[in-house]
């Protein structure tokens, strides 16, 4: 066999084994521009005046700060809204069952209250954090919520960085299973049991 013959073989061999492009790519660095798939655009959206996400600085680089806000959430029915978002247009993201989130987040060491959601979708998904993880909250669709809390282990405790310092998260969810794990700037990174 040819040299050529061989590579062609090489190739159509590992295409399919080539990274996926995700859908929604916000590195949220500078600019809300999605370099995924799905294309599009961001916006910050601000549930309180002077509340909203600003750009700002941190160890990894330039990042969202959302620490203007009088306390954590976002606009919620029994209370006063507060804070802000980042946004971004879900309509292609509806239909998903299978997904994988891999963020960078700190808690505002200054706020008091409940947890701050990390991440959401319009299909009724929230990402929040946990002492040793995270919490998923599901939307089925009678609009009851289902929540699922993915831990390391108890003995890592004290490997898992506070809710007020950089954590790495990665969270993979398929329609029976969630996997993940959690790490910071200057820890190992821990599964998610």
Not at 146 to 154: D, G, K, Y
């Amino acid at each position: 066999m040819r040299l050529s013959g061989l590579l062609f073989l090489l190739l159509a061999i590992l295409s399919p084994l080539r990274a996926q492009v995700p859908l929604v790519d916000l590195p949220l660095a500078g600019d809300l521009v999605n370099r995924g798939s799905l294309g599009g655009e961001a916006v910050f959206m601000e549930y309180a005046p002077g509340e909203g996400p600003v750009w700002d600085v941190s160890p990894l680089g330039a990042c969202v700060d959302f620490t203007r806000a009088s306390r954590h959430g976002g606009a919620v029915e029994q209370r006063e809204p507060a804070g802000g978002a980042v946004v971004f247009p879900g309509e292609g993201l509806r239909d998903i069952a299978t997904f994988t989130i891999v963020l960078w987040a700190r808690q505002n060491p200054l706020a008091e209250g409940s947890s701050a959601r990390l991440a959401m979708t319009e299909t009724g998904w929230d990402l929040m954090p946990g002492a040793r993880g995270v919490i998923l909250g599901f939307l089925d669709d009678e609009g009851k919520k289902t929540f699922a809390t993915l831990n390391a282990a108890p003995f890592a405790r004290g490997r898992i960085p506070q809710n007020d310092e950089w954590r790495f998260l990665a969270v993979a969810v398929d329609t029976d299973t969630l996997r993940g794990c959690i790490g910071g700037l200057d820890r190992e990174v821990e599964p998610f049991r």
